[in-house]
């Protein structure tokens, strides 16, 4: 059974950071892209950042860019991914949600999803 499993959300306030994780299990991700999304009360789900299967590139929203940092860890049989997040802003709330697969290095979406984890930045 496939699974992405996010962790790391919760409360910060502006200009704090948080650190999330996705851990993938049930098959082997190392040959795919895996990025993070998210879904704001009220707006449709939004690309935050991807990173391709070797970890060698990366692409970022521009309202993330020089924020947020994205890496994955392959190594020892392990398929986690990471999202970094500075210098947050009450614009980034909502529900992140992991993805992987082919469609998400463009940002158009992914193969499989995790079930999200809820990140709320106060002002």
């Known amino acids: 059974q496939v699974q992405l499993v996010e962790s790391g959300g919760g409360l910060v306030q502006a200009g704090g950071s948080l650190r999330l994780s996705c851990a993938a299990s049930?098959?082997?991700?190392?040959?795919?892209?895996m990025g993070w999304f998210r879904r704001a009360p009220g707006k449709e789900r939004e690309f935050v950042a991807a990173?391709?299967?070797?970890?060698?590139?990366?692409?970022?929203a521009d309202s993330v860019k020089g924020r947020f940092t994205i890496s994955r860890d392959n190594a020892n049989a392990k398929d986690t991914v990471y999202l970094q997040m500075n210098s947050l802003k009450p614009e980034d709330t909502g529900i992140y949600l992991c993805?992987?697969?082919?469609?998400?290095?463009?940002?158009?979406?992914?193969?499989?999803w995790g079930q999200g984890t809820q990140v709320t930045v106060s002002s």
């Open positions: 049930g098959r082997p991700f190392t040959r795919y892209s």
């Open positions: 990173i391709n299967w070797s970890g060698e590139n990366t692409r970022y």
């Open positions: 993805a992987a697969g082919s469609p998400v290095f463009d940002g158009l979406g992914g193969d499989y």
